[in-house]
């Protein structure tokens, strides 16, 4: 079987370029039949209740059902078709089913239970703590009916995020506008060339513009034609939603969030909790919804007078200078590009022809090869698109006997380009973990995915990225480091396993800093047609004006994530949760958004992504990764350069450590204390 289905090759890497959809049922039915054998052999009364034992019986065959479900999910989410969209779907009931009972089964639990923590290490200790909990979250504790509904529950749940992410892709893709030359004046040439290239591909007239990132974003921010920037705006936010043209309106996700909504507040109760919130928040480092509620309203108070000036700047300067008087929604993001450009004498135009892929890819290695002591370099694995690159870590390790030995530490594929059938956004996602196996005792190394959604490069140049782009991509190069860096054995708490979702934005958000150091900066630049690093003096402006707008993007994200955890905890599900939304808007946003708007209906994140009532992680992280990287800023060196001691502290602290202790404990073993909300207020320019 395992000759002819890619999907139950293990040997090596995935070979994504052999999976095809017909491959997905039998792999899945293969490992399925695999998995329920190895879980009724652990449950057996004489089965030893042993870490190690029930490792290697139980873990290493659900790892395959895991990694071979991963390859397939990652392919739906990179590569859709709609006859790899059907085989996801089918299987994906009995997918959930499968882990649903395993997470719940009172045998294993008992069995779990039952394991001498004491002959346990630290590592196995911590993963055993958070596998009780887990299966108490996952329902081993419920009985009869309640464990039925459960189940149910959440089989539904995975159907209905499916659905959601599938009609936030479609209605995506379904919109296109062919605009006339004239239309678009003032947007930047490389955007104009892809959208012409993009209509003759079709055989149309025009330029074709779609409301993915690379072609959306530069006609808001930079598109003279009022209408123009009217008709995409209004198109993106009402997408997937009832507010859509009428031929898009079966993309529609107002139902699938009501009943995603109900089904989990029913989750929470069969639990003992009054919402999901609750639930939500016991494996995180935040106490309780009260606390990050709390948290989020503070940070609001503080922002809100920033964001209001940043309002008023614009208001003054698109009467005095662009003859706007009364300004839309859709006039936001052009103005704010305007007065960046009065205000700081350049614009992002001018910055993106030095950001060129190659060279910022080359800067980003670089830093990450001094930082942290290892080597990349290219690499070979099949890959499910040509444009997909693939590479290894490796690190040079000193033997007793004085000679060097290079070691692999990790690999990651990178995938930067958008394209059709590739859902947007960016993310890190894990192809294997690191974990000293317990059936063979070999050192599997970790595997990541690097996923982004930049611009292609037209005309045999290469792809320009903006420093938005840029700081995406050390984002999730950030994850990738915490998934591929670790040094620890126990899989389920090596690398991001394990670790509180509210603290794993912490090495991601905290890689985006050096985006703004000049000494990291000039390695990472070279002007598209002359080849020469970005000016100093364009950096200083690109600098000045860092904090432009610090106040309406922190506000931006607080709305988002008040809205998610007010939505899991005070709202009722049986009512529309539009109201909510507009009430959490009045309450923190300085910008009024248009009736017609819909943004819940694409918010991917809490509704198909893991983080429900979970979005504040991104601003408690953004509060840890300040204050680790004010470490940096004062162990620089005397050129500015940020000091290889400080990050090997970072690295064995944080990034080595995984989910093996608490995010707590690796912050404190980093910084020497807990974190304080003020590196991050100095760093937005808001202290």
Known sequence: MSAANPLLDFHDLPLFDQIRPEHVAPAMDALLAESEAALEAVVKPEFPADWRALAARLDCTTEKLSRAWGAVSHLNGVADTPELRAAYNEALPKVTEFWTRLGSDERLYAKYKAIDSSKLNDEQRQALKNAVRNFVLGGAELQGQAKERFAQIQERQA???????????????????????????GVPEDVVQAARAAAEAEGKDGHKLTLKMPSYLPVMQFAHDRGLRQKLYRAYVTRASDQAPEEFRKFDNGANIREILALRKEEAQLLGYRNFGEVSVVPKMAD????????????????????E????????FAAAELGIRDPQPWDWSYIAEKLK????????????QYFTAPKVLAGLFKIVETLFEVTIRRDHAPVWNPGVEFYRIERERKQPEGHVMTELVGQFYLDPAARNGKRGGAWMDDVRARWLRPDDGKLQ???????CNFAEGVEGKPPLLTHDDVITLFHESGHGLHHMLTRVNERDVSGISGVEWDAVELPSQFMENFCWEWTVLRHMTAHVDTGEPLPRELFDKMLAAKNFQAGLGTLRQIEFALFDMLLHTEHDPSAEFMPLLRQV??????????????????FSHIFAGGYAAGYYSYKWAEVLSADAYAAFEETATQDGSPSVETGRKYRQAILEAGGSRPAMESFKAFRGREPSLEALLRHQGMA
Not at 172 to 185: P, Q, V
Not at 309 to 316: F, G, N, S, Y
Not at 445 to 451: D, E
């Open 341 to 352: 450009e009065s205000r700081y004498a350049f614009s992002e135009l001018e910055v993106k």
């Open 309 to 316: 000036k940043d309002v008023a700047d614009m208001k003054a």
């Open 288 to 307: 309780s919804p009260a606390e990050v509620v709390k948290f989020l309203r503070e940070l609001a108070a503080k922002a809100r007078p920033y964001a």
């Open 159 to 185: 159907e209905l995020s499916q659905k959601f992410s599938e009609n936030a892709l479609d209605a995506t893709d379904a919109f296109a506008y062919y605009a006339s030359a004239e239309e678009l004046a």
């Open 585 to 602: 808007r009045e309450e923190v946003s300085v910008l009024p958004a248009p009736e017609f708007s819909r943004t819940a209906h694409t």
């Open 445 to 451: 190394t970790p595997v990541a995915h690097l996923v």
